[in-house]
């Protein structure tokens, strides 16, 4: 839904991001980071704005080890780009609003 980060698990990753139809963005985070929480209003923001070209969901690494395991997240904030099931980019870091939508330059038409 545009304006909101789902949740996504272990037991849910596959359906909601790899067999998904759109790009899906997926921000592993925990809740003692401190950038995790910095950029979440930039996420929402952009889900706010673009989530009908690009699915924003979020993945509590501490609650659900194995997928974060699984993709090799080694730091965190980390944010995957999954396209056709597959990692398309990733970027690593809290940043704005302005320097994530030219990180998803190709991902997502930029509104003029």
């Known amino acids: 839904m545009a304006g909101t980060l789902k949740n996504v698990t272990d037991s849910t990753f596959e359906a909601d991001v790899l067999k998904s139809e759109k790009p899906v963005l997926v921000d592993f985070w925990a809740e003692w980071c401190g950038p995790c929480r910095q ?3 930039s996420l929402e923001a952009i889900a706010a704005e673009y989530g009908d070209q690009i699915e ?7 609650e659900n080890p194995d997928t974060a395991a699984k993709y090799g997240v080694m730091s965190i904030p980390t944010l995957n780009v999954y396209q056709g099931g597959e990692v398309a980019k990733t970027i690593v870091g809290a940043k704005p609003k302005a320097a994530l939508l030219r990180e998803l330059d190709g991902f997502v038409e930029l509104n003029a």
């Open 39 to 41: 950029i979440a209003p």
């Open 56 to 62: 924003i969901v979020k993945l509590n690494i501490d």
